[in-house]
C-alpha cells in the first residue's frame, strides 16, 4: 500500500492522482455497448438469444428459455443449505424493516392549508415497474438482490424484474432464493449491456422499466450510462471502496481483515486507511503480507491494494477531516474511540460504521441499509439506495377562489417581467373576471 502524508507540500496532487477515477471505462467499452443497445432495440429478443450464446456460454431455445418462473424462485429456498437460508431470511427481514422506518420517516404525502386558503401540498407515489441488475461475473451476489428489489417493494412498486448473467444457463440457487425472499416478480437470465437495453427499451418479451437499478461491471455501467434519460437509473457504480479512520485503541487485524474484505471485490476496489498515529500505519503495513497470504482471493487482493490501496498520515485532526470530505468514499468506518465526535464535521460519504464493532462488511449483508451506494467521491451530491428512489414526488396545488386571485397578481407581475405575457394573462384572468 502506498504511503502518504498531509505534511507533505505534494500531498493534494499526490491524493488526487491515487483516487482518480477517470478512464477506468476505455472508448471501446462505450462503443461496444452502444452496438449491443442498438442490436437490441432493433431486434428485441433475437439479439437477447444471440448475446446469450456469445457471452454466457449457452444456447437457449427460446426466449422463454431465461425466464425462471416463481416456483423455481420457491423451489430454490429448498435447495440451499440450512445456514445460508437462513442467512437471507435474516438479511431480507432486517432490510426490509429499515426500508419500512425509512418509508414511514420519509416516504408520506404531505399537505397544509395556507392562511389564503390554498390547499398545497405533495403527493407520493411508486413507480409501476423497476429493473434490477445482479452481478454474476468474479461471484454471485445474492446480497445485491436484497439491498434493491426490497427497498423497490417497500417502496410498493408493483413490478420487480431481476436480471442476471449465468454461464451455461444455470443460475445460482442462492441468487433465486434470494429473490424469492425479496419478493421480486420476474426473474430473467440476462446479463451485460444487452439487459441493461431490454429493461430500458423492452422488446417482444421483455417489458420495459422506468429505472434501472444495481451495479455491473464496465459494460453495464457503460449501458446504464448510455439509457440514461430513456430510463431512470440509480447510479453509476465505480470500483467499491473504503476509508478506515483509525487510533492507536483500533485492533490492527480488524482493520486489516476490513481492507481485504475490500480489496477482493476487484482489482480496481480501493481500500484507504487515514490516522494520526503513525505507529498505528506503521502495525498496518507490517502485518499485511501475512493476512493476505491466507486468502483464497489473494491474487485480486495483493492487486487491488499494490495499485490502490493508501496509508495516509493525518498531522491534524483537521487534516483528518479534510481527507475524509474530499475522498467522500463509499464506506467510511470510523474505528476510534469517539466517534461520534467525528460526526460533525463529516459531509461526505456514502454509509458510515461508527466503533469497532460496525465493520463495513455487516452494512454489505445484514445490518439493514441498502448496500448500494454512491461511489467514486459522488457521495458530495448522491445518497443510498432507499425507498425514496423508487417514489414519484408529485407537487399538488389546489387554490381556492380568493386565494388563487390573491397569488395570482404577483404571478401576473413576474410573468411579464421575464415577458411572458401568455403566463401574465393566464394569471389576469383569475382575478379581473371576479369568478
Not at 229 to 241: C, H, K, N, Q, T
Not at 351 to 366: H, K, R
Given at each position: 500500500?502506498?504511503?502518504?502524508?498531509?505534511?507533505?507540500?505534494?500531498?493534494?496532487?499526490?491524493?488526487?492522482?491515487?483516487?482518480?477515477?477517470?478512464?477506468l471505462?476505455?472508448?471501446?467499452?462505450?462503443?461496444?455497448?452502444?452496438?449491443?443497445?442498438?442490436?437490441?432495440?432493433?431486434?428485441?429478443?433475437?439479439?437477447?438469444?444471440?448475446?446469450?450464446?456469445?457471452?454466457?456460454?449457452?444456447?437457449?431455445p427460446?426466449?422463454?428459455?431465461?425466464?425462471?418462473?416463481?416456483?423455481?424462485?420457491?423451489?430454490?429456498?429448498?435447495?440451499?443449505?440450512?445456514?445460508?437460508?437462513?442467512?437471507?431470511?435474516?438479511?431480507?427481514?432486517?432490510?426490509?424493516?429499515?426500508?419500512q422506518?425509512?418509508?414511514?420517516?420519509?416516504?408520506?404525502?404531505?399537505?397544509?392549508e395556507?392562511?389564503?386558503?390554498?390547499?398545497?401540498?405533495?403527493?407520493?407515489?411508486?413507480?409501476?415497474?423497476?429493473?434490477?441488475?445482479?452481478?454474476?461475473?468474479?461471484?454471485?451476489?445474492?446480497?445485491?438482490?436484497?439491498?434493491?428489489?426490497?427497498?423497490?417493494?417497500?417502496?410498493?412498486?408493483?413490478?420487480?424484474?431481476?436480471?442476471?448473467?449465468?454461464?451455461?444457463?444455470?443460475?445460482?440457487?442462492?441468487?433465486?432464493?434470494?429473490?424469492h425472499?425479496?419478493?421480486?416478480?420476474?426473474?430473467?437470465?440476462?446479463?451485460?449491456?444487452?439487459?441493461?437495453?431490454?429493461?430500458?427499451?423492452?422488446?417482444q418479451?421483455?417489458?420495459?422499466?422506468?429505472?434501472?437499478?444495481?451495479?455491473?461491471?464496465?459494460?453495464?455501467t457503460?449501458?446504464?450510462?448510455?439509457?440514461y434519460?430513456?430510463?431512470?437509473?440509480?447510479?453509476?457504480?465505480?470500483?467499491?471502496?473504503v476509508?478506515?479512520?483509525?487510533?492507536?485503541?483500533?485492533?490492527?487485524?480488524?482493520?486489516?481483515?476490513?481492507?481485504?474484505?475490500?480489496a477482493?471485490?476487484?482489482?480496481q476496489?480501493?481500500?484507504?486507511?487515514?490516522?494520526?498515529?503513525?505507529?498505528?500505519?506503521?502495525?498496518?503495513?507490517?502485518g499485511?503480507?501475512?493476512?493476505?497470504a491466507?486468502q483464497?482471493?489473494?491474487?485480486?487482493?495483493?492487486?487491488?491494494?499494490?495499485?490502490?490501496?493508501?496509508?495516509?498520515?493525518?498531522?491534524?485532526?483537521?487534516?483528518?477531516?479534510?481527507?475524509?470530505?474530499?475522498?467522500?468514499?463509499?464506506?467510511?468506518?470510523?474505528?476510534?474511540?469517539?466517534?461520534?465526535?467525528?460526526?460533525?464535521?463529516?459531509?461526505?460519504a456514502?454509509?458510515?460504521?461508527?466503533?469497532?464493532?460496525?465493520?463495513?462488511?455487516?452494512?454489505?449483508?445484514?445490518?439493514?441499509?441498502?448496500?448500494?451506494l454512491?461511489?467514486?467521491?459522488?457521495?458530495?451530491?448522491?445518497?443510498?439506495?432507499?425507498?425514496?428512489?423508487?417514489?414519484?414526488?408529485?407537487?399538488?396545488?389546489?387554490?381556492?377562489?380568493?386565494?388563487?386571485?390573491?397569488?395570482?397578481?404577483?404571478?401576473?407581475?413576474?410573468?411579464?417581467?421575464?415577458?411572458?405575457?401568455?403566463?401574465?394573462?393566464?394569471?389576469?384572468?383569475?382575478?379581473e373576471?371576479?369568478?
Open positions: 500500500m502506498r504511503r502518504l502524508s498531509t505534511r507533505s507540500a505534494q500531498f493534494s496532487l499526490e491524493l488526487s492522482a491515487s483516487i482518480d477515477h477517470a478512464g471505462i476505455a472508448p471501446e467499452v462505450h462503443q461496444t455497448v452502444a452496438e449491443i443497445i442498438r442490436a437490441v432495440r432493433e431486434t428485441g429478443d433475437q439479439a437477447l438469444l444471440h448475446y446469450a450464446e456469445q457471452f454466457d456460454d449457452f444456447k437457449p427460446s426466449i422463454e428459455s431465461l425466464r425462471v418462473s416463481p416456483s423455481e424462485m420457491a423451489a430454490a429456498c429448498e435447495l440451499i443449505s440450512r445456514p445460508v437460508d437462513d442467512a437471507l431470511r435474516l438479511a431480507a427481514e432486517r432490510v426490509g424493516d429499515y426500508h422506518r425509512q418509508l414511514e420517516a420519509l416516504g408520506q404525502s404531505w399537505e397544509f395556507d392562511a389564503l386558503g390554498n390547499v398545497l401540498g405533495q403527493r407520493v407515489q411508486p413507480m409501476a415497474r423497476v429493473g434490477v441488475y445482479a452481478p454474476g461475473g468474479k461471484a454471485c451476489y445474492p446480497s445485491t438482490v436484497l439491498m434493491t428489489a426490497i427497498p423497490a417493494k417497500v417502496a410498493g412498486v408493483a413490478s420487480v424484474v431481476l436480471m442476471a448473467p449465468a454461464k451455461g444457463g444455470a443460475m445460482s440457487p442462492v441468487l433465486l432464493a434470494a429473490a425472499y425479496a419478493g421480486v416478480d420476474e426473474v430473467w437470465i440476462m446479463g451485460g449491456a444487452q439487459a441493461i437495453a431490454a429493461m430500458a427499451y423492452g422488446t418479451s421483455v417489458l420495459s422499466v422506468d429505472k434501472i437499478c444495481g451495479p455491473g461491471n464496465v459494460f453495464v457503460a449501458a446504464k450510462k448510455q439509457v434519460g430513456d430510463v431512470g437509473i440509480d447510479m453509476l457504480a465505480g470500483p467499491s471502496e476509508l478506515v479512520v483509525a487510533d492507536d485503541s483500533a485492533r490492527v487485524d480488524w482493520v486489516i481483515a476490513d481492507l481485504l474484505a475490500q477482493e471485490h476487484d482489482e476496489a480501493q481500500s484507504i486507511v487515514v490516522s494520526q498515529s503513525a505507529s498505528f500505519l506503521d502495525a498496518v503495513q507490517a499485511l503480507a501475512d493476512m493476505v491466507a483464497p482471493r489473494r491474487a485480486i487482493i495483493e492487486d487491488s491494494l499494490r495499485h490502490r490501496g493508501l496509508l495516509i498520515h493525518a498531522e491534524t485532526a483537521e487534516d483528518l477531516i479534510s481527507v475524509i470530505n474530499r475522498v467522500a468514499p463509499e464506506h467510511l468506518e470510523l474505528a476510534i474511540n469517539n466517534p461520534e465526535g467525528l460526526l460533525p464535521d463529516i459531509r461526505s456514502g454509509a458510515i460504521f461508527l466503533g469497532q464493532y460496525s465493520p463495513e462488511v455487516l452494512g454489505d449483508y445484514t445490518a439493514g441499509p441498502s448496500h448500494v454512491p461511489t467514486s467521491g459522488t457521495a458530495r451530491f448522491a445518497s443510498a439506495l432507499g425507498v425514496y428512489d423508487f417514489q414519484l414526488k408529485q407537487s399538488l396545488i389546489h387554490c381556492s377562489a380568493d386565494g388563487g386571485r390573491e397569488i395570482a397578481k404577483s404571478a401576473a407581475v413576474l410573468a411579464e417581467e421575464e415577458g411572458l405575457y401568455a403566463h401574465a394573462l393566464s394569471a389576469a384572468k383569475r382575478f373576471t371576479g369568478e
